[in-house]
């Protein structure tokens, strides 16, 4: 009898082992996948609203909606099997960005807020960052013009702005080179779509690969005298700088000083020299 | 002897047929017109019946559905302030099917049901015995699991292999690789563990059991006095069969003949497929019905 039920308990606790051991199994499985799996691919883009990617993935229950909002039809679920989290919204620039709707659809869509309900100005949407990714190839940089970038960008004459230098090259024209200027680039890829170069120039990456950041030890002189209303640094002390005779220097406004009645100066090289070898001895 | 049937005799052979399979057309209609609708998209004038997918819907351009189990992995991620819609959306879903029974989700609605269905079809037609051994009670383990992983990745870890989101995603926005997982679900019930996915491991349907506890709607056995023991039918075709023996063989422990188990699918197989109609929709009673001898119940019938 006690032998039964011991048989009992064992075939208990043993289909208990094997349950708890094949379903923590599984949640190891699952949370390595999703570690590997979050990670966008740099060209896929999400659309404008989308928080920031860790916890739009704690949002976004992937239905759709969105991309059922969109007139223009450029967002899409990742399917099975891409390096995009199956399921989740994307767009990619290239083939079809973002047309930067006044009403934005895609984000009221949303059911979870993993697209920021707050958004309500698409000019203050941040997809992403336009880099003029290669310098070598685009053909502004040759001395082209192109300025097609600068031409579609839909935040006119902000977001790309064009800066004209000396073509070295001909000597006599100018270079067009399209800067774009973070403070207003919205990542729609309209400029990524619309160059005209075989493998664009001009590229739409997420923010965390797009910008630098100064070390936050940093202080920029020039900044830290604006702020303080005058310079941080003591002025400079009187110092033996190699000036023609009758010349000085004004440490205060910093400008040279020459006697009011002064002569042209009169070459005494050799003079102060043989001064300079006695004072020495 | 001719082999020709007459009219009539086709006419009654497909009312038969009919009508002792009922709840499965009435079901299998159910399932492919939510889908429909789904597909439908926006082709009626531009306006939309139901967007989306289960996970989230808009029902009639103003309802928003959600399923409440994400909703509650959304919090164990670390969302404490969820959008009124996803409350909504959520409350009105977990709201119907703690009225019609949770798991109607999985016999009514959900688009892996056909799958598995066929899958047992088969496996039955074949005479397939898969051996292994799946305990009913896993599916409870890895609902816990989902919330577990959504806690300790702060993400909605299941999202990234829900067999049942995937599935229903891709037959709406595009199959591609989803085609593979159906058939690993397929197979899976077909050759490894009979009814596998649906009645031991899906965690949503180990959910949405746990909603339909509390269900008004069952299927109760009120006939159960004219079953004829030894026939079996129903637990030939219940993809939960344990649940009807307390309804239908408890007459003698005083047991109610509803059948209470929140697994009960409210598929209504059962009804279709008794000789005896034993079976047949009706409301939670609560009542334990009194213990009647068994001399006197055979005295009376």
Redo the contacts between chains.
């Keep these: 009898m006690s032998s039964l039920s011991n048989r009992k308990r064992r075939a208990f606790l043993l ?1 208990l082992a094997k ?2 051991c ?2 923590s199994l ?2 190891l499985g ?2 390595l ?3 590997q ?2 990670s966008m691919p740099a060209l896929a883009i999400r659309p404008p609203g989308a928080l920031p990617e ?1 916890e739009f ?9 969105c ?3 969109c007139p223009y039809d450029i967002l ?2 990742a ?3 891409t390096d995009v ?3 989740t919204p994307y767009y990619t620039a290239r083939t079809g960005p973002c047309e930067m709707c006044d009403d934005i659809p895609c984000v009221p ?1 949303c ?3 993993a697209l920021d ?1 707050s958004l309500t100005k698409i000019n203050q949407a941040r997809m992403g960052l336009a880099v003029l990714v290669d310098q070598e190839e685009c053909i502004a940089f040759q001395g082209l013009r192109c300025e097609v970038c600068f031409n579609v960008c839909p935040v006119q004459e902000k977001a790309i702005t064009l800066e004209y230098r000396h073509n070295e090259r001909s000597g006599k024209h100018a270079l067009l080179i399209p800067i774009v200027h973070s403070e207003h680039c919205t990542g729609c890829g309209l400029c990524e779509e619309a160059c005209v170069m075989e493998e664009a120039t001009i590229k739409v990456l997420p923010m965390h690969l797009a910008k630098g950041e100064l070390g936050k030890h940093y202080r920029l002189g020039w900044d830290q005298k604006e702020k303080a209303g005058k310079s941080l640094v003591k002025p400079d002390g009187k110092r033996a700088f190699n000036l023609p005779e009758g010349v000085s220097y004004d440490y205060e406004n910093s400008e040279l000083t020459t006697p009011a009645s002064s002569a042209p100066p009169v070459n005494k090289a050799l003079e102060t020299l043989k001064r300079g070898i006695k004072e020495a001895k | 002897m001719s082999n020709s049937i007459s009219p009539l005799m086709l006419k009654r052979n497909i009312i038969t047929i009919l009508r002792t399979n009922k709840w499965l057309l009435l079901r299998r209609f159910s399932q492919f017109s939510i889908l429909g609708l789904y597909l439908l ?2 082709s009626l004038g531009g306006f ?1 019946i139901i ?3 289960l ?4 029902l009639l351009e103003t309802i ?1 559905l ?2 409440p189990l ?1 909703l509650l992995q ?1 919090f164990a ?3 404490t302030s ?2 009124s ?2 409350l909504i ?1 959520a409350a009105i879903v977990g709201g119907f099917y703690l009225l019609v029974g949770g798991r109607v989700f999985c016999s009514w609605v959900c688009p892996v049901n056909v799958v598995t269905d066929v899958a047992n079809w088969l496996r039955n037609r074949l005479r397939i015995k898969p051996n292994s051994q799946i ?1 009913r ?2 599916r409870y ?2 609902l816990a ?1 989902t919330l ?3 806690f ?10 829900n067999p049942v ?2 599935i229903h ?2 037959l ?3 199959v ?3 085609s ?2 159906i058939l690993s679900i397929f197979l899976f019930d077909l050759l490894i563990a009979t009814r596998g996915w649906c009645s031991h491991l899906c965690p949503m349907g180990a959910f949405y059991g746990l909603l339909g506890k509390f269900s008004p709607l069952r299927v109760r056995a009120e006939q159960r006095e004219q079953c004829q023991k030894g026939c079996n039918d129903c637990f030939q075709v219940c993809p939960e069969p344990q649940v009807i023996t307390p309804a239908l063989r408890g007459a003698d422990k005083g047991n109610n003949p509803t059948i209470l188990s929140g697994n009960c699918t409210n598929c209504g197989r059962c009804i279709d497929v008794c000789p005896e109609n034993v079976f047949q929709f009706g409301l939670r009673s609560s009542t334990k019905t009194p213990i009647i001898p068994i001399e006197i119940r055979r005295k009376n019938s």
């Design positions: 289909g349950t708890a094949g379903v599984t949640a699952i949370s996948y999703t570690r799996a979050k860790d993935l704690s949002r976004c229950v992937r239905c759709g909606l991309v059922q909002d899409s679920l399917e099975l099997g989290p199956v399921g869509a059911p979870t807020g309900h | 998209g926006s939309w967007k989306g997918n996970s989230s819907s808009l928003p959600t399923e994400l959304m991620a670390g969302i969820p959008l819609t996803t959306g305990n009670n896993t383990w890895l699991m577990v992983i959504s300790s990745t702060g993400l909605l870890a299941y999202e990234f292999i989101s995937i995603r891709s709406i926005f595009g591609g690789f989803a593979l997982m």
